[in-house]
T-cell receptor, first 113, second 113 residues
Framework: AQSVTQLGSHVSVSEGALVLLRCNYSSSVPPYLFWYVQYPNQGLQLLLKYTSAATLVKGINGFEAEFKKSETSFHLTKPSAHMSDAAEYFCAVSAGGGNKLTFGTGTQLKVEL | DAGVTQSPTHLIKTRGQQVTLRCSPKSGHDTVSWYQQALGQGPQFIFQYYEEEERQRGNFPDRFSGHQFPNYSSELNVNALLLGDSALYLC????????????FGPGTRLTVL
């Protein structure tokens, strides 16, 4: 079984500041890990994914995430926040070999001037 | 290249009624998964269709059923609607069952009164 915990349902940062969104996972098998972004009234867009290759994964829009097995974490970062980054972010885990995604409860990112 | 499309965009039903939601996968994709996203929550996996068969199912009652057609499009049917079925229903498509990237549609917002 897989599960995801996202710490912090709401995160607020200033424009230009570091973005850090936390995700811890639990998986009985080597996990595939994903970060998705959701803008209001839209579906989910994939930011990046980890599928057992490089532990530091670079995604779109300047986001990256690092897979740390010892900490069971997959935190999302971006060096400098932009107003357009304001959205809800979901971390998800899959057992691989199948498409079922298990999502966290999401983190709403607010970017302030 | 059309992405994942879903219809209708919004739907209002009353308790006890039945509803059918439709999804057309991204061109070239043959696997469709359905998710339910309640307000303020992460998406929850309902089921997945591949080769016109249900391959995986999440923790949803039998009131939720689906179908996949030879052209890979899919329907989600919900019978005997409850107030708690009000949610955004997301369809995702991918290629095969090997855990490939899922592309999400914009969703159908179902309101049950």
């Amino acid at each position: 079984a897989q599960s995801v915990t996202q710490l912090g349902s709401h995160v607020s940062v200033s424009e230009g500041a570091l973005v850090l969104l936390r995700c811890n996972y639990s998986s009985s098998v080597p996990p595939y890990l994903f970060w998705y972004v959701q803008y209001p009234n839209q579906g989910l867009q994939l930011l990046l994914k980890y599928t057992s290759a490089a532990t530091l994964v670079k995604g779109i829009n300047g986001f990256e995430a690092e897979f740390k097995k010892s900490e069971t974490s997959f935190h999302l970062t971006k060096p400098s926040a932009h107003m357009s980054d304001a959205a809800e972010y979901f971390c998800a885990v899959s057992a691989g070999g199948g498409n079922k995604l298990t999502f966290g409860t999401g983190t709403q990112l607010k970017v302030e001037l | 290249d059309a992405g994942v499309t879903q219809s209708p965009t919004h739907l209002i039903k009353t308790r006890g009624q039945q509803v059918t939601l439709r999804c057309s996968p991204k061109s070239g994709h043959d696997t469709v998964s359905w998710y339910q996203q309640a307000l303020g929550q992460g998406p929850q996996f309902i089921f997945q269709y591949y080769e016109e068969e249900e391959r995986q199912r999440g923790n949803f009652p039998d009131r939720f059923s689906g179908h996949q057609f030879p052209n890979y499009s899919s329907e989600l049917n919900v019978n005997a609607l409850l107030l708690g079925d009000s949610a955004l229903y997301l369809c995702a498509s991918s290629l095969g069952l090997a855990g490939g990237q899922q592309f999400f549609g914009p969703g159908t917002r179902l309101t049950v009164l």
